[in-house]
């Protein structure tokens, strides 16, 4: 389910564009993805980064830090739709629900 970056990435002009354009990238999360984030960024909240913790926590597990939900937006964005290039200024986001290890997600951007 992980959807790797295409293997050819072009870049869509500004000018090309069309409203209602849309491209997607689905990934599923993993405990990987769980420790290479907390990793990276240093956040090592435990309910994102620690195993025994997180599984008496609030969601009985680790769950996706938002903010590697945020960058799968930036994939798309800087690989799909526009493409290569691309340095968008603004987003907000909203979490419904948690992200847990195995669930799929979908992050995808639509001109509007």
């Known amino acids: 389910m ?9 870049s869509v002009p ?5 409203i209602g354009q849309s491209a997607c990238l689905q990934r599923r ?4 993805d769980a420790m290479a984030f907390a990793a990276i960024s240093g956040d ?5 980064a620690d195993e025994d913790y997180a599984r008496d926590a609030r969601f009985h597990g680790l769950v996706a830090n938002g903010m590697w939900l945020a960058a799968l937006v930036g994939a ?3 690989t799909r739709l526009p493409g290569p290039g691309t340095i968008y200024l ?3 986001l909203r979490f419904l629900h948690p992200v847990s290890i ?5 992050a995808c951007v639509r001109v509007a």
């Open 102 to 106: 195995g669930d799929e997600v979908s």
């Open 14 to 18: 500004f000018g090309a564009l069309k």
């Open 76 to 78: 798309v964005v800087g």
């Open 29 to 32: 999360f993993t405990h990987d």
């Open 44 to 48: 090592l909240n435990p309910a994102v």
């Open 90 to 92: 603004d987003q907000s």
């Open 2 to 10: 992980n959807d790797p970056t295409p293997a050819s990435i072009e």
